[in-house]
């Protein structure tokens, strides 16, 4: 479990009670909405935090769909966090990507759960307002209904469906055209990963696009670029010079990030960073390094998603 983990404490041997047995049933699902919505999982956990604080407040016995309550309950709170936290990201020193997370297998056998929760589409929905995004999250993702979204958004179920509308339109726009299979991606990030262990200048322009993009994100900490780099020549440049500076301490192990496959680069034997692709049509298009230390706690353990 999380550093802030909500389970409540029980006895060895005892029940837990109704409350908790069903905050905790649907714990992964929980965690999995507030962390769509929010990019972090450690505002996440304090969304569920909080969502718990309130659950317990609440007579079980005037809750008719307890999971959907649950889930209203922590899209509000989610809210509310997205909007206090919107300064925050504004003065943030060069790209902000998402939160990284070492994912459990199960989550890249969900095909649709892993491309809604891929750093790239989490960047695509980074660019909605955040009732936007909690509409799109719950309806395209975890398939609510339009009345049970109203009710956590405080809307009409109309305007919902014209939020919906316009949520999907832009998403679609500007998200991977393709889901591509968990098999082509790891054919690509191997690949990668060896025009990169080797050196291999021209290894790694064969692998990339020629549009491709790469973001990093150092948060001030740690050195990153802070503008996008853009094209393949720029991108593997700027790669190939960043290898030659640390390749004798530096070590690559492929990891799941994200219901994906990616990498963990480690200095010394500490991680420095996570590296998450975009891959289309067999090529890398966009890159994504974490390198902000505050980010990095969720990749030493798997975290458990779930719709």
């Known amino acids: 479990m999380a550093?802030?983990?909500v389970r409540p404490g029980v006895s060895e041997g005892a029940r837990p009670d109704p409350a908790t047995e069903m905050f905790v049933a649907h714990r992964n699902l929980l965690f999995t909405v507030a962390y769509e919505m929010l990019g972090s999982a450690a505002d996440a956990e304090d969304v569920l935090q909080e969502t718990w604080l309130l659950w317990t407040d609440i007579d079980l016995d005037t809750?008719?769909?307890?999971?959907?309550?649950?889930?209203?309950?922590?899209?509000?709170?989610?809210?509310?966090?997205?909007r206090a936290l919107s300064r925050r990201k504004e003065t943030y020193v060069g790209p902000w990507l998402?939160?990284?997370l070492l994912t459990t297998p199960d989550v890249a056998d969900d095909v649709e759960l892993a491309d809604s929760v891929s750093l790239a589409v989490l960047l695509v929905l980074e660019t909605l307002a955040p009732t936007e995004r909690a509409v799109f999250v719950l309806r395209e993702v975890f398939e609510l209904d339009y009345d049970e979204?109203?009710?956590?958004?405080?809307?009409?179920?109309a305007a919902v469906r014209q939020i919906a509308h316009r949520a999907r339109t832009h998403v679609t726009a500007r998200?991977?055209?393709?889901?591509?299979?968990?098999?082509?991606?790891?054919?690509?990030?191997?690949?990668?990963?060896?025009?990169v262990e080797t050196g291999d200048l021209q290894g790694l322009l064969d692998v990339l696009?020629?549009?491709?993009?790469a973001l990093s994100d150092g948060g001030g900490v740690k050195q990153a670029v802070r503008r996008?780099?853009?094209?393949?020549?720029k991108v593997s440049r700027l790669l190939a010079a960043g290898l030659e500076r640390v390749s004798a301490q530096?070590?690559?192990?492929?990891?799941?990030?994200?219901?994906?496959?990616?990498?963990i680069m480690r200095l010394d034997g500490e991680i420095d960073g996570v590296l998450a692709v975009r891959v289309e049509g067999g090529l890398v298009t966009g890159l994504y390094f974490v390198r902000n230390p505050e980010k990095l706690s969720r990749v030493e353990r798997e975290t458990a998603l779930s719709r």
């Open 250 to 263: 530096m070590s690559v192990e492929p990891v799941q990030v994200n219901g994906c496959p990616g990498l």
């Open 175 to 195: 998200r991977p055209r393709d889901v591509v299979s968990p098999a082509d991606s790891r054919a690509a990030l191997q690949a990668f990963q060896r025009a």
């Open 209 to 213: 696009a020629p549009d491709v993009v």
């Open 228 to 233: 996008p780099v853009v094209g393949a020549g």
């Open 63 to 82: 809750v008719h769909n307890q999971r959907a309550y649950l889930v209203r309950m922590t899209t509000r709170q989610a809210l509310m966090r997205m």
């Open 3 to 5: 550093e802030h983990d």
């Open 98 to 100: 998402p939160e990284p």
């Open 149 to 157: 979204i109203a009710e956590a958004v405080d809307k009409t179920p």
